[in-house]
């Protein structure tokens, strides 16, 4: 059974920093592409991060510069670390795990989502 486990969410002043972290089981986790969505109220859950199972990184450009995507695949861990938060950047923030092996099923996974509050 797969699973996925979100922590590092809270309520933070604008400015702060807070490191997301989300760990896997019950997958090869090396063999994921990784990332980091996120949903505000209201609107479409959009893309953050992303990570493939070889580590190119890509930012959304609303976070460029600010955050960080980078994974452990020892501890099946994908972290994203947020510097210079904005009020803006309140919503609640989902991991994916993604696997399309070429002839065979795709393979999508969601964790439960943490949620992001930052003050101005």
């Known amino acids: 059974q797969v699973q996925l486990v979100e922590s590092g969410g809270g309520l933070v002043q604008a400015g702060g920093s807070l490191r997301l972290s989300c760990t896997a089981s019950?997958?090869?986790?090396?063999?994921?592409?990784t990332g980091w969505y996120r949903q505000a109220p209201g609107k479409q859950r959009e893309l953050v991060a992303t990570?493939?199972?070889?580590?190119?990184?890509n930012n959304a450009d609303s976070v460029k510069g600010r955050f960080t995507i980078s994974r452990d695949n020892a501890k099946n861990t994908v972290y994203l670390q947020m510097n210079s938060l904005k009020p803006e950047d309140t919503a609640v923030y989902y991991c994916?795990?993604?696997?399309?092996?070429?002839?065979?099923?795709?393979?999508?996974?969601w964790g439960q989502g943490t949620q992001v509050t930052i003050s101005s």
């Open positions: 990570i493939t199972s070889g580590g190119i990184t």
């Open positions: 019950g997958i090869r986790f090396s063999t994921y592409h």
């Open positions: 994916n795990l993604l696997n399309t092996p070429i002839g065979g099923a795709r393979r999508d996974y």
